[in-house]
């Protein structure tokens, strides 16, 4: 059973393009949730999914930062306009719907130059 | 609203010393408690957990925490350490009724020194 997966790794963006990252979750989990880890800081909630569905983007920005998790495919984190605040780690987890571990992935490092 | 904290950013050991990693947390509810652990460059593995039942928990690899209500802490404890300990270790609250959302300490980096 493979763990959760994330992509790229590493990801640099040059401040106003679209940074894009993926999460596929661990077989048989349909709960998805995304992190942010900034330099020297715990990591951040930012947003709970669902397939299909967004159960709470309460840690998400206002502009620019959108969440999906499609019916088929991985969750994607999208950013748009990136500016160098946007350089840290992302990291994705899921867990079934007992919520009672969550599994991370990776983690995808954007560096935005 | 919930919250955590880890009082030391770094701790220095030497190998097969013991550590004791401190966390506290603030939650008006019951709480979930954790450890992850993330190695450098890695994303981070669960550690152990508290859920319910016997305060005192154990990982496979020597770590335990026990959960003190009354003082509200989770701390973290290994009697004799390794180099490849080496890692940093983030302590996560949920709240037993909604408990998906963790939130995290800022972490605490554990060097183990030969």
């Known amino acids: 059973n493979a763990g959760v997966m994330q992509n790229p790794r590493h990801l640099v963006r040059r401040r106003g393009q679209e940074a894009r990252l993926r999460c596929s979750p661990m077989?048989?989990?349909?709960?998805v949730y995304w992190y942010r880890q900034l330099p020297e800081e715990g990591l951040k909630f930012m947003v709970y999914?669902?397939?299909?569905?967004?159960?709470?983007e309460s840690g998400m920005p206002k502009e620019r930062f959108s969440a999906e998790f499609p019916k088929e495919g991985p969750s994607i984190l999208r950013i748009q306009q990136v500016v160098r605040g946007d350089s840290a780690a992302y990291f994705c987890?899921?867990?079934?719907?007992?919520?009672?571990?969550?599994?991370f992935g990776p983690g995808t490092r954007l560096t935005v130059l | 609203a919930q919250s955590v904290t880890q009082l030391d950013s770094q701790v220095p050991v030497f190998e097969e010393a013991p550590v004791e990693l401190r966390c506290n947390y603030s939650?008006?509810?019951?709480?979930?408690l954790f450890w992850y652990v993330q190695y450098p460059n890695q994303g981070l593995q669960l550690l152990l957990k508290y859920l319910s039942g016997s305060t005192l928990v154990e990982s496979i690899n020597g770590f335990e925490a026990e959960f003190n209500k009354s003082q509200t802490s989770f701390h973290l404890r290994k009697p004799s350490v390794h180099i490849s300990d080496t890692a940093e270790y983030f302590c996560?609250?949920?709240?037993?009724?909604?408990?998906?959302?963790?939130?995290f300490g800022k972490g605490t980096l554990l060097t183990v020194n030969p």
């Open positions: 999914l669902q397939k299909e569905n967004i159960i709470d």
């Open positions: 077989k048989g989990h349909s709960h």
């Open positions: 939650s008006s509810v019951s709480v979930y």
């Open positions: 987890a899921s867990s079934p719907p007992s919520h009672n571990e969550q599994f």
């Open positions: 996560a609250v949920s709240e037993g009724g909604s408990n998906y959302k963790l939130t």
